[in-house]
Nanobody, 121 residues
Framework: VQLQASGGGLVQPGGSLRLSCVVS????????MGWYRQAPGEQRELVAH???????NYADSVKGRFTISRDNAKNTVYLQMISLKPEDTAVYYC????????????????WGPGTQVTVSS
C-alpha cells in the first residue's frame, strides 16, 4: 500500500489547514480510513476516522475543530483542521483501519512519511 499525505505546514494558533492523503494498493472504497498523529516523544494517536459509508468519529481533543471526509473516486481522505492549537503540532498520517473487538487498528505496518503540522506563533 502507498499512503501519500500532504498539506501540512507552519500555521499560527487559530489558523487552519487541510490535509490530504492519496491511498493506492488497497480497495479504498471499502476501507474505514483514519488520521493519526504523533507528537515528539508521544505515542501515535487516532484523531479521526471515517467508514466506507461516511460515518465519522473524532478524538475528544479535536472534536468540533477537525472534519474528516473522503472522495472514493480519487482514493483520497481529507482532514480539515480549524482553530489549531500548539498542542496539535505533530506528524499526521492516514491509514486504512481494521475493526476488531470494539477497537480500530492500523491495517498496515507501513505508515509512509506523513505530513508535518506545526502550530506556533
Amino acid at each position: 500500500v502507498q499512503l501519500q499525505a500532504s498539506g501540512g505546514g507552519l500555521v499560527q494558533p487559530g489558523g487552519s489547514l487541510r490535509l490530504s492523503c492519496v491511498v493506492s494498493g488497497s480497495i479504498f472504497s471499502i476501507d474505514t480510513m483514519g488520521w493519526y498523529r504523533q507528537a515528539p516523544g508521544e505515542q501515535r494517536e487516532l484523531v479521526a476516522h471515517i467508514t466506507s459509508g461516511g460515518t465519522t468519529n473524532y478524538a475528544d481533543s479535536v472534536k468540533g475543530r477537525f472534519t474528516i471526509s473522503r472522495d472514493n473516486a480519487k482514493n483520497t481522505v481529507y482532514l480539515q483542521m480549524i482553530s489549531l492549537k500548539p498542542e496539535d503540532t505533530a506528524v499526521y498520517y492516514c491509514m486504512p483501519l481494521l475493526y476488531y473487538s470494539g477497537e480500530y487498528y492500523p491495517e498496515y505496518d507501513y505508515w509512509g512519511p506523513g505530513t508535518q503540522v506545526t502550530v506556533s506563533s
